[in-house]
């Protein structure tokens, strides 16, 4: 099925597919309030992680417009006189873990591009995509502890990621931590110069882009179905997914372009 970016875009947020249909770029365009999450753009996210699967999508990158990544959830009204009912704060609060749960569902990788400020329920939102790449100027923080808030669902994707104690840190003082402290730490996977961060980001979503679908979706439903098994569990699971995976077409493809020194030409099945 063909992946309509069109469709998917909406005033807060930008999408865009390669020419190929194998990159989906999602660009949270709300720079005036420094790209905040709304409902719009997490209706929107959700919508691209559900529309990749029913399309040729092999990577999604994730960006926020004119050199912010994401400084949050918005905050705006959230001080109006008029308290909101506890359902209506349970059910808006509900969308970013339903974002969560589609990013790890989706069969395509998903990157974060981060340059400028990530901050709060964007700093969640990066990490958890499987890949967080960032220009040298980028800021990571937990700033919520400054309004008697705590990033209890931002908690969820970041502490798997980080090591342990750096990341209560985070949590609890609110400081920003650097992109290369961030790589230090576990966040970050790779930091790239500001100046050349499109053509390197370019680069590393290529290299992801070029792999089999087929390694892509099993690698990734493996890697998130054995993180929290046992060792005999998750061995014993991760030899029946091998086994599957090197009865498709795609392994017998590689192996092919491989000995035969040739590029392979993905069977995607």
């Known amino acids: 099925m063909s992946f309509d970016p069109t469709s998917l875009s909406n005033e807060d947020l930008t999408v865009t597919v390669s020419d190929?249909?194998?990159?989906?770029?999602?660009?949270?365009?709300?720079?005036?309030?420094?790209?905040?999450?709304?409902?719009?753009?997490?209706?929107?996210?959700?919508?691209?992680?559900?529309?990749?699967?029913?399309?040729?999508?092999?990577?999604?990158?994730i960006r926020g417009a004119e050199g912010t990544f994401c400084s949050g959830g918005d905050l705006e009204g959230m001080d109006k006189a008029e308290e909101p009912s506890m359902q209506d704060r349970r059910r808006s609060s509900s969308k970013l873990s339903e974002l969560f749960d589609h990013m790890v569902a989706t069969s395509a990788l998903t990157v974060a591009a981060v340059e400028g400020y990530c901050l709060a329920g964007g700093c969640g939102l990066a990490a958890a995509c499987e890949f967080v790449v960032a220009a040298d100027n980028a800021e990571f923080g937990t700033p919520e502890v400054n309004v008697g808030m705590f990033p209890m669902q931002a908690m969820a994707s970041i502490m798997p990621a980080v090591l342990e104690k750096q990341g209560l840190k985070m949590l609890f003082t609110g400081e920003h931590v650097s992109a290369e402290e961030g790589v230090e730490i576990g966040l970050v996977t790779e930091v790239f110069d500001s100046k050349a961060f499109d053509d390197r980001l370019d680069e590393f979503v290529d290299t992801l882009a070029a792999n089999s679908p087929v390694m892509i979706s099993m690698g990734k439903e493996a890697y998130y179905n054995q993180r929290d098994m046992a060792f005999d569990e998750a061995y014993n699971y991760l030899k029946e997914m091998l086994v599957l995976l090197m009865e498709s077409e795609d392994h017998k493809e590689g192996v092919a372009a491989f000995v035969e020194d040739r590029e392979p030409d993905w069977k995607s099945r």
């Open 20 to 61: 190929d249909e194998v990159v989906v770029r999602a660009t949270i365009d709300r720079p005036d309030k420094h790209n905040a999450l709304n409902d719009q753009v997490l209706d929107g996210l959700i919508n691209v992680m559900d529309a990749a699967d029913e399309s040729p999508a092999r990577v999604i990158v």
